[in-house]
């Protein structure tokens, strides 16, 4: 075997093992939060999408060496509490957690949340903008 051929083998088995995490990850996920994310996306409240985001962002914070799954948690609270500015405090907290977890993850995160700010501003109206 040639010396390309050798590294492009071991770029595949040094890879497989980040997509079978990933897939364990969302399985696990799914598992656990599926029905959850299906019922809260029937409604049109955002309050109960906002109550799984923090839900979604406690059992973050208990999370430890398991990467893949700790992402799709802080993505999917992100995800639901940026809907309504009352969330912007969890989708913050989340995207901080990921991005002191997840260093691959941490320009990313803190894009969000910058955007997440610039929303706010300029949604803002009067007095409020002022105060920003």
Request: aromatic share 6%; hydrophobic share 50%.
């Given at each position: ?21 990933a ?5 696990t996920?799914?598992?656990?939060y ?7 996306a029937?409604?049109?409240s955002?309050?109960?999408d906002l ?8 059992a ?13 948690l802080c993505?999917?609270a992100?995800?639901?509490?940026i809907k309504?500015?009352a969330?912007y ?7 901080e ?27 803002a109206?009067?007095?409020a903008?002022q105060r920003?």
């Amino acid at each position: 075997m040639n010396l390309l051929a050798c590294w492009a083998v071991t770029a595949i088995l040094l890879a497989c093992p980040l997509v079978v995490l990933a897939d364990e990850a969302a399985d696990t996920f799914n598992r656990l939060y599926g029905d959850d994310l299906k019922r809260v996306a029937a409604t049109p409240s955002a309050a109960d999408d906002l109550a799984l985001a923090k839900q979604l962002l406690e059992a973050a914070e208990k999370v430890t060496n398991r990467t893949a799954f700790l992402t799709l948690l802080c993505e999917k609270a992100h995800e639901l509490a940026i809907k309504d500015p009352a969330g912007y405090p969890t989708a913050k907290a989340a995207l901080e957690l990921l991005a002191a977890n997840v260093p691959e993850k941490k320009v990313e995160s803190l894009q969000k949340v910058a955007a997440m700010y610039q929303r706010h501003y300029a949604t803002a109206r009067g007095d409020a903008k002022q105060r920003r």
